[in-house]
């Protein structure tokens, strides 16, 4: 069944900051009741194909894949910050940079040094690299080296869990 074309500019939305209920909103739907259509379209099975199609297409075009998302991980989880200096500490110019350097870079400041007379005497460099110790902790979850549920079983879990789905389940006598 195709879209309706409200349904279809919710998944247009959507698409752009995977937040539902603002998406509603820019689709047209009233504010007052956005989170309610909202939460519906998104059980609806023809918008979450829509949804999977749009983003299976999008990861197409970028060449997105589970491969490339990893390998810059690695880039900025292992890069070494030496590598954008010379052997005398200066900074590499930009196209000197080996493609594992470049990723891991956030930003490079230039600051000019101005004399008493306001000429420029030289300039400091900074370079800041992206957060290692986030992509350090991404590449570790995939490796399953970090777990951020615990999952405990044993026999009284069991019996509760059991106990759980009785009281759920209506009695019919």
């Not at 698409?15 to 603002?22: G, S």
Request: net charge positive.
């Amino acid at each position: 069944m195709a879209l309706t074309p409200r349904q279809s500019a919710f998944v247009d939305e959507y698409l752009l900051d995977f937040n539902m209920v603002q998406a509603a909103v820019r689709a047209g739907y009233a504010k007052s009741t956005a989170q309610g259509k909202a939460y519906a379209l998104c059980l609806q099975p023809e918008v979450q194909a829509a949804i999977a199609r749009r983003i299976r297409a999008r990861a197409e075009r970028l060449a997105l894949d589970q491969d490339r998302v990893l390998l810059e991980i690695a880039r900025v989880a292992f890069n070494d910050p030496r590598r954008a200096f010379t052997e005398d500490g200066r900074l590499l110019p930009v196209h000197a940079w080996p493609p594992e350097l470049a990723a891991a870079v956030a930003s490079v400041k230039v600051l000019l040094v101005k004399g008493p007379d306001g000429e420029v005497i030289g300039e400091t460099q900074e370079i800041k690299f992206w957060d290692k110790g986030k992509q350090l902790a991404l590449a570790a979850r995939h490796l399953g080296m970090l777990q951020d549920k615990v999952e405990v079983s044993s026999p009284i879990t069991q019996l509760l869990q059991e106990a759980r789905e009785r009281v759920r389940k209506p009695t019919h006598d």
